[in-house]
């Protein structure tokens, strides 16, 4: 089983349906490798993860195996907050391609909105949100000086396509001012419990492919102890999403999953489990029905977990 596709306005194709690397932390190689064996071509990766170059060889033993092909697979990754003054672009860039072991990236994001104080990675990786001092420092680097960076790594065949992460309604109407090359996918946190109608309407408005994280809500967050996770209702045990998985035979996850490529937004779910990884990929060729699409969205809290403010007590980007 593979994901269908969706065309980006870039005009390549990317799977509606891959594979999340945050938090791959045991053994990534064996579990990126395990994924293509189980069909998934779209990798999402990033700096901040801390685990592209283990990721990346993973990529190479599915590739050496003939399992797939490089061109088969779909490999996204993000530029890091650390780096968003124009002349460090593209060589992080390059680092990053060179640990994941490819010439290119099929994309690269923007991670967050925020330009924060340079922070070498001999010194610290991954470099985090605070600087060596401890403290979250800003740079005086504007979106739009990161936009051009970005835009020449395509100029130069380093990334097919570019996009941003994180970014709300206005930024991106003011990136789209300037932009010679436009945004070709969106990536924001989206849930039942945060399910922003508006910017995904204006992001579809715009031709700009939403892509989903954290779909399953609190779950990807109780791990890390975040209070607002753990004392937050499971969308799994939620009696809308266990009736509308009645009504079809799947699973809780399934559902939640469904409710977002139904509407053609892309996820990005991850599992070591070789029975989840079958079912997080069988999420399409099937529908809920149209009230139990909308009895999900009305679970909209407008809770957010991936909040800087809530965890650094500063850089309020969502307020």
Not at 136 to 163: C, F, H, R, Y
Request: hydrophobic residues 40%; proline residues 5%.
């Amino acid at each position: 089983m593979t994901s269908p596709t969706v065309k980006l306005n870039s005009g390549y194709d990317m799977p509606l349906v891959g594979f999340g690397l945050w938090k791959v932390t045991e053994n990534p190689q064996q579990t990126v490798y395990e994924a293509i064996k189980a069909g998934y071509r779209l990798f999402d990766g990033a700096f901040d993860y801390g685990n592209e170059k283990q990721c990346g060889e993973g990529i190479k033993r599915a590739i050496s195996e003939g399992l797939v092909k490089r061109e088969e697979l779909f490999i996204v990754s993000k530029l890091w907050n650390t780096f968003h003054e124009d002349h460090r672009v593209e060589p992080i860039c390059r680092q990053q391609l060179e640990w994941w072991g490819i010439d290119y990236f099929d994309l690269y994001l923007i991670h967050f909105p925020v330009a924060l104080k340079y922070v070498d990675i001999k010194d610290s990786y991954p470099s985090g949100w605070n600087d060596l001092d401890g403290k979250v420092s800003t740079v005086n680097a504007p979106i739009q000086e990161t936009w051009k960076a970005m835009e020449q790594l395509v100029d130069k065949g380093l990334a097919k396509s570019i996009g941003v992460s994180n970014f709300q309604g206005s930024l991106i109407l003011d990136l789209l001012r300037y932009a010679r090359i436009r945004p070709a996918t969106l990536q924001i946190e989206h849930h039942p419990y945060l399910v922003q109608k508006d910017l995904i309407w204006l992001a579809k408005s715009e031709g700009i492919q939403v892509t989903a994280y954290s779909s399953f809500g609190p779950q990807s967050f109780v791990e890390l102890e975040w209070k607002k996770a753990t004392d937050c209702p499971r969308l799994f045990d939620h009696d809308v999403v266990k009736t509308a998985a009645e009504k079809v035979k799947k699973t809780p996850a399934q559902v939640l999953l469904r409710w977002a490529t139904q509407r053609g937004i892309a996820v990005i779910p991850k599992s070591n489990n070789p029975q989840r990884l079958k079912e997080n990929m069988d999420v399409t060729g099937w529908n809920l029905d149209e009230s139990d699409m909308e009895a999900i969205s009305a679970l909209d809290k407008g809770l957010r977990f991936n909040d800087p403010l809530s965890y650094l007590g500063t850089l309020a980007i969502f307020a």
